[in-house]
C-alpha cells in the first residue's frame, strides 16, 4: 500500500478485557512511532522503534501498555486489562530516515479504542 | 522541557482569505525541527510544512507558508487564499529526539 495502515479503525472493549492493534508502515520506512490522542487533544508520544529495536518506550503510561515490532515491519500495540482511561485515537507513524531534525513522519489513520 | 503552544483554540476565516495560526515553543535545544500537520474529521495527519532551526528562510509550501521568528520562539503557520476544504484542526509539533511533541491544536472554519 501506499501510506501506512492501521487495524481495526475502531475497537469497542469492555473494562478488564486485553486489546492488540495493528500498524502496516510504509515499506522501508525504518522507524515507526506509536501516539495516543485524547479528545481534544494534541497526539501524545508513546515509542518508538528503529527496525525491530524498541529504543524509546518512555511514553507508554503503565505497564500495561506494551508495543512490538519482530521483524522490524508491522507493529503491535498491546494493551492488558484496558481501563475507561485508556479510550483515545491510537496512531501509527512511519519516517524514513533517522539521526536528522528534518524527516518527516507519516501518519496511519489511527484506531479510535472505546474502553467500555 | 520541550513544549508546544497554540493559544488559539478556534479560528473563523472567509474563503480566499489569508489565515494565520499562532504556534510558540520551547527549547534549550539549539538544533530543532518545527512541523505543522492538519488534522481533517477523518483523522489522519497530514503533514504540511517543516522548518529548521538552521533554515535561513521560512518555509513555503504551495499555499502554506511558516512565519519562522527563531528569537520569539514563535512559528506561525500561514494560509493564503484559503479553501473550504482547509476546514480542520492544525497542529504544531516540534522534532525532539526524534519524537514529535504536538500543541493543544487550533480548529480552523472556513465560511463561504
Known amino acids: 500500500g501506499a501510506g501506512v495502515s492501521q487495524s481495526p479503525r475502531y475497537k469497542v472493549a469492555k473494562r478488564g478485557q486485553d486489546v492488540a492493534l495493528r500498524c502496516d508502515p510504509i515499506s522501508g520506512h525504518v522507524s515507526l512511532f506509536w501516539y495516543q490522542q485524547a479528545l481534544g487533544q494534541g497526539p501524545e508520544f508513546l515509542t518508538y522503534f528503529q527496525n525491530e529495536a524498541q529504543l524509546d518506550k518512555s511514553g507508554l503510561p503503565s505497564d500495561r501498555f506494551f508495543a512490538e515490532r519482530p521483524e522490524g515491519s508491522v507493529s503491535t500495540l498491546k494493551i492488558q486489562r484496558t481501563q475507561q482511561e485508556d479510550s483515545a485515537v491510537y496512531l501509527c507513524?512511519?519516517?524514513?530516515?533517522?539521526?536528522?531534525?528534518?524527516?518527516?513522519?507519516?501518519f496511519g489513520p489511527g484506531t479510535r479504542l472505546t474502553v467500555t | 522541557a520541550q513544549k508546544i503552544t497554540q493559544t488559539q483554540p478556534g479560528m473563523f476565516v472567509q474563503e480566499k482569505e489569508a489565515v494565520t495560526l499562532d504556534c510558540t515553543y520551547d527549547?534549550?535545544?539549539?538544533?530543532?525541527?518545527l512541523f505543522w500537520y492538519k488534522q481533517p474529521s477523518s483523522g489522519e495527519m497530514i503533514f504540511l510544512i517543516y522548518?529548521?532551526?538552521?533554515?535561513?528562510q521560512n518555509a513555503t509550501e504551495g499555499r502554506y507558508s511558516l512565519n519562522f521568528q527563531k528569537a520569539r520562539k514563535s512559528a506561525n503557520l500561514v494560509i493564503s487564499a484559503s479553501q473550504l476544504g482547509d476546514s480542520a484542526m492544525y497542529f504544531c509539533?516540534?522534532?525532539?529526539?526524534?519524537?514529535?511533541?504536538f500543541g493543544t491544536g487550533t480548529l480552523l472554519a472556513v465560511q463561504p
Open positions: 527549547t534549550s535545544d539549539p538544533s530543532y525541527g
Open positions: 522548518q529548521g532551526s538552521y533554515d535561513q
Open positions: 509539533a516540534m522534532l525532539f529526539t526524534n519524537k514529535l511533541i
Open positions: 507513524a512511519s519516517s524514513l530516515v533517522t539521526g536528522t531534525s528534518s524527516y518527516e513522519q507519516y
